[in-house]
T-cell receptor
């Protein structure tokens, strides 16, 4: 089957660094993507890893290790507005289909 | 502005009724998707379409139907056969970004069955 595992909740302090892990078991794996969703809103794209290694986009970085079926999202200099749910998504079927994990709820405290 | 428009935003339905959720995009994307979101269960794929007049079942297609007669439109019908239809429904289309299939989501439609 297809599955992605993420922690359900993470809490961190404003200004800190937090890492959200994602392990996947998907056939036809093409790449790993990350989306952010605020309460009541639509998910928005953050980052994508098609190859092993680190991708950096401002305060956000994402990492992929295909041999370990593992990736993570790293958020630096946390701000209150980063409080949201974060979903990892496995792209399969030649990249046309994205299967998501259950999401990680991030709480940023002052 | 380019984007995805879903309507209605909120919908109430009696048991046994079919309901159709609208999804329109002006991003000129070929691929479109419907996801269902329940609390604590993330996003689950219902149907997707890579091109006009073609669509495939996702992981939870039972009780749902779709059509793709135009590139811009991908409506979802929640039929009376869907056992637990109360959920948040998200439509998305996909564009390419550095080899990635990047999803742009609409604002969602929240369906409540009374």
């Amino acid at each position: 089957g297809q599955s992605l595992e993420q922690p359900s909740e993470v809490t961190a302090v404003e200004g800190a660094i937090v890492q959200i892990n994602c392990t996947y078991q998907t056939s036809g794996f093409y790449g790993l993507s990350w989306y952010q969703q605020h309460d009541g809103g639509a998910p928005t794209f953050l980052s994508y890893n098609g190859l092993d290694g680190l991708e950096e986009t401002g305060r956000f970085s994402s990492f992929l290790s295909r041999s370990d079926s593992y990736g993570y999202l790293l958020l630096q200099e946390l701000q209150m507005k980063d409080s949201a749910s974060y979903f990892c998504g496995s792209q399969v079927t030649g990249g046309f289909k994205t299967i998501f994990g259950a999401g990680t709820r991030l709480f940023v405290k002052a | 502005d380019g984007g995805i428009t879903q309507s209605p935003k909120y919908l109430f339905r009696k048991e046994g009724q079919n309901v159709t959720l609208s999804c329109e995009q002006n991003l000129n994307h070929d691929a479109m998707y419907w996801y269902r979101q329940d609390p604590g269960q993330g996003l689950r794929l219902i149907y997707y379409s890579q091109i006009v007049n073609d669509f495939q079942k996702g992981d939870i297609a039972e009780g749902y139907s779709v059509s793709r007669e135009k590139k811009e439109s991908f409506p979802l019908t929640v039929t009376s056969a869907q056992k637990n239809p109360t959920a948040f429904y998200l439509c998305a289309s996909a564009g390419q970004y550095s080899g990635a299939n990047v999803l742009t989501f609409g604002a969602g439609s929240r369906l409540t069955v009374l």
